[in-house]
Every structure is written in C-alpha cells, then in structure tokens.
C-alpha cells in the first residue's frame, strides 16, 4: 500500500545524505525550474546540503533507537539492562571461581592420622603461590583416624565493614558497590539494621527491609534499596555499612592443580602433629566477569520462560543455566522417576561440589511436585 503524504520533496526510504540531497536537486528541477544553477556555491545547493546532512543525522538516531529497542540487535550494555528490567531480570556481578581442596594432617613429612576429634574452620584462608586467595566453605571435620579431608573453597578475599556511603532518603536509592563485588556475598547494615538480599523487589512490602544487588547502566556493581512500592525506605544520613567478598572473576579459573598450597589462617595443630598442608587437585571453574550484554541475550529470556519454576524437562536445563557459575546444562530423563541433571562450569574443566550443592540448592526451592496416589 503506497503511504500517501503531502510531502512532494523528500522520500521517505531516502535515508542517506547523498540520497536525499540527490532527491531535493531533482524535486528542485521539476517544481523550480527557473533555477538553473547547481553548482556547489549556489546558495540553493548549499541550503539543500545543510538540511540532507541533518536529515541524515536525525535518520542515523532513530535508526540507532530502533536497534537498541530490542534485545536481538540492541549493541548497548545499558540498553540490554533497561529492556531486561521490563521483567524484572537482575544482571550479575562478578561471579567467585569455586574448587575443592583437600587438607592433610602430617608428622615429619608423612601422613598422621589424628588421635582426637580436630576441626579446620570454615572461613579459613588459603592462598596459591602467587598471592590469590580462597575461602573454605565448610568446616574440615576430622574423626579419630582420619588424616586427610576435602572442603570446598571460593576464590575471594573478604572485605569487612565497609563505608559505603549515607541513605539519601530517597527511594530506590542505587549504593556503588566498592570493588570486584563477588554476586551474592554482601552483608549489610543501614543505621545498624539488618538488611536482607533477596532476588527481587516484586515481594517485599513497605516494612520488608530488603534490597537487591545488580549491575547498572555503567557496567558496576549497585545496591539497590526499596521505597515507594516495595522495600522499607530508611531515612536520610543512615549509615551504609557492608561486608562482603571481592574476587577475580574468570581469571580465578586459571590457578592450576596444586597451587593452592599454603594457609594463611593461624591453625592450632592436632596434638602430635607437625604441620597441616592444603592442595587442589583440579583448577577451579565458574568464575565469570559482569555480565555483559551476550550473557544477558542468553540468560534473561530464560528467566522470563522459566519465571523460575521447574516444571517441563527444558525448563530444568534452562533452569540450570541461571545458577551462578553454570556455564551449560543437560538432562538425562526417561519416563522414570529419577531424573540426572549435568552441567559445566563458567571456564570448563570439572564443576566443584560448591557448585553441585548450589544446583541442588537452587532446584529445592524451585522444583514442583507432582503426588500420584498409589
């Protein structure tokens, strides 16, 4: 259907600056024809350059608002935030390389099994031989005879009560995070009140003292608080305090089997013993950078389909995709009971038990239940 318009000059699929300067001149000859000079120097053509190369300029940012309207061609991280927001999509921080390490309780160089119960607190640092550090997950719990057990650990150096900074007053208030903000370790305080993180706003009254964490349009990592709607606005001045961790993010996936070696955490020794030695069999995996707008592309739609609940078999896979540090997924199923889910961490190699039980985690509070009476 022709679009019909009382515009006799210009072409609306002109787009280019040669296009509709092209365009003008020959309207120009047909309703003008009394102008007979094109020359660059009439003042005719030199109006009629100006107004193509503005034309062009105002075609080039509705194109680009075009393009940036949809997230299959938008090239903005900022854009890819703000479409993903529509939905309530929450972009990641840095996420912590995670890796099991085994600590091994010696006498003289060999193994020595310990005569007593005896305890490696979890919270306890470990370094590699060049400096990076990691976190033990869980307590090491050694039984009489044991002389050897294996934790979890997560690369990250923590960062304990830090100004971040006073509350403005104003709601939903965006807090920079300092540093490489390792995703879903902040710990934080307003006015000497307990915050709670939660994944999302949506469910938090005006008395829920929450907040989420996500990386705005500059590409940092922000805290963002409630008011309005959702979340409990805290009054202005309140003192913003957090603790939390800072990592490497992919490069935590580089350390190689065995450099984690030396603890630096002041250890009491099992009665008998001489020393306590720390090792990594496999390199770490799932540490990944911000999210960038790729991620996003790939990770919010699955948000959206799956509105976080695992119902039918692809709503599994895609589910496991949206757990921090999963990089792919696939399921085993077969009209049985059981079903077997696999993944791959962010940087390949084998996935760490931290990162098993935070699949499993992730799925407990997600999964739907089918009762068949039998």
């Known amino acids: 259907m022709a679009f019909n318009s009382l515009n006799k000059w210009v072409g609306y699929v002109d787009r280019s600056y040669e296009q509709i300067k092209n365009s003008l001149i020959s309207k120009l000859q047909v309703y003008a024809p009394e102008i007979t000079d094109y020359s660059e120097t009439n003042i005719f053509v030199i109006i009629i350059s100006q107004m193509a190369g503005v034309a062009e300029m105002l075609n080039y940012y509705v194109d680009i608002m075009a393009r940036e309207s949809y997230l299959e061609t938008a090239q903005l991280f900022s854009s890819g935030y703000k479409l993903t927001r529509l939905t309530d999509y929450r972009t990641k921080s840095y996420i912590a390389a995670t890796v099991d390490v085994t600590f091994t309780i010696k006498n003289g160089g060999a193994d020595f099994p310990v005569t007593s119960p005896y305890s490696i607190p979890s919270g306890t640092i470990i370094t590699t031989e060049n400096g990076v550090k990691f976190i033990t997950l869980e307590a090491a719990v050694f039984g009489i005879g044991d002389y050897a057990k294996t934790v979890g650990a997560r690369q990250g150096v923590l960062q304990s009560n830090i100004n971040l900074g006073s509350t403005s007053g104003v709601a939903g208030q965006r807090i920079n995070i300092l540093g490489n903000y390792s995703e879903g370790t902040l710990s934080l305080t307003i006015g000497g009140d307990m915050f709670n993180l939660v994944n999302t706003l949506a469910f938090s009254s005006l008395i829920k003292k929450d907040y989420i964490t996500e990386v705005y349009t500059d590409g940092l990592p922000y805290i963002k608080l409630g008011g309005t709607f959702n979340g409990f606005l805290p009054i202005a001045a309140s003192s913003i305090i957090g603790t939390y961790e800072t990592c490497n993010g992919a490069s935590g996936n580089d350390v190689l089997p065995g450099a984690i070696n030396t603890i630096d955490t002041t250890l009491t020794l099992p009665t008998g013993s001489t020393e306590i030695t720390v090792s990594n069999l496999l390199s770490p995996s799932g540490g990944a950078n911000i999210e960038d707008l790729d991620s996003i592309r790939l990770r919010a739609p699955l948000d959206t389909r799956t509105l976080e609940r695992g119902v039918a078999y692809q709503d599994f896979i895609d589910l496991a995709k949206l757990v921090p540090g999963v ?48």
């Open 327 to 374: 990089k792919h997924s696939a399921m085993d199923y077969c009209c049985g009971v059981n079903a077997v889910l696999y993944i791959a961490p962010n940087g390949g190699g084998i996935a760490s038990d931290d990162l098993s039980t935070l699949v499993e985690d992730y799925f407990l509070r997600r999964k739907r239940f089918t009762i068949v009476p039998t």
